[in-house]
């Protein structure tokens, strides 16, 4: 296993009067990607925002590649190269795809080769280039919001939920995508609800519950043990294909 780029030891996050996470212990192997899963409301989405300080840890530390990063601002997290798509995407729809894209890219700039890359990628992105990106599909809206983190190239990249309503034919293209992503050695943490997909892109797997990390291991052992699979998940990936 790879050395951890990212590390949480002890984590613990308050909202209001809720305490969602409860201790989580979390490592990340370097260039390779873990899938976060567990039932809704188990913490996942309080985790990814916890780890960029959009929602403040009241306790443990977050270590990124050897430093300690827990009481960091998020824009001094985000100059590592870190990059993050939410679960709502947080495109804006009266842009064009074009002007999404050149937001996200380092001086408004687009390095060519690297703007070829993600067309290639997402074809789609390129044909609707000067289209508002509100009039985009679900599928297309995902696909821009993914291609907006990665124009610039990352350490560490969090997607959360990326198949979330999305039509097969599409979750098969961002499969593809996500595959070749990991090639360029981005360490990438994905919240997923598909199990299908998470074992088709997952290296590593972390299974959360009532604010906890219960399970830690490598996606193909969880993927062969249907019993394993329910008793931490209430369900077996089998019948998610």
């Known amino acids: 296993m790879s050395a951890p780029l990212l590390e949480m030891a002890g984590v613990h996050t308050h909202i209001?009067?809720?305490?969602?996470?409860?201790?989580?212990?979390l490592s990340?192997?370097?260039?390779?990607?873990?899938?976060?899963?567990g039932r809704?409301?188990?913490?996942?989405?309080?985790?990814?925002?916890?780890?960029?300080n959009l929602?403040?840890?009241?306790?443990?530390?977050?270590?990124?590649?050897?430093?300690d990063i827990t009481h960091w601002r998020t824009p001094r997290i985000v100059c590592l190269g870190v990059g993050y798509v939410p679960e709502n995407m947080g495109i804006f729809s009266l842009l064009t795809v074009a002007e999404n894209m050149r937001l996200a890219a380092a001086r408004n700039r687009f390095d060519e080769a690297r703007l070829d890359w993600i067309f290639r990628l997402?074809?789609?992105?390129?044909?609707?280039?000067q289209t508002p990106a509100g009039l985009l599909s679900g599928g297309q809206k995902q696909m821009l919001a993914i291609a907006r983190a990665i124009i610039e190239p990352r350490a560490f990249l969090i997607i959360d939920e990326p198949s979330?309503?999305?039509?097969?034919?599409?979750?098969?293209?961002?499969?593809?995508a996500i595959r070749e992503l990991k090639q360029t050695d981005t360490t990438v943490l994905l919240v997923e609800q598909n199990f299908s997909f998470a074992r088709a892109v997952g290296d590593h797997v972390a299974v959360?519950?009532?604010g906890r990390i219960v399970h830690a291991?490598?996606?193909?052992?969880?993927?062969?043990?249907?019993s394993l699979q329910n008793r931490l998940l209430g369900l077996s990936l089998e019948t998610h294909v």
Do not use: C
């Open 164 to 176: 979330k309503g999305l039509a097969p034919a599409i979750v098969k293209d961002l499969v593809q």
């Open 16 to 25: 209001g009067h809720y305490h969602i996470l409860q201790g989580v212990d």
């Open 217 to 226: 291991g490598t996606m193909a052992a969880l993927a062969d043990d249907t």
């Open 122 to 129: 997402f074809p789609a992105l390129k044909k609707f280039w």
């Open 28 to 37: 990340l192997p370097r260039g390779e990607l873990t899938v976060l899963l």
């Open 208 to 210: 959360m519950d009532d």
């Open 55 to 67: 929602w403040q840890a009241s306790r443990g530390t977050i270590t990124f590649d050897g430093q």
């Open 40 to 52: 809704n409301g188990a913490g996942k989405t309080t985790t990814l925002r916890t780890i960029i």
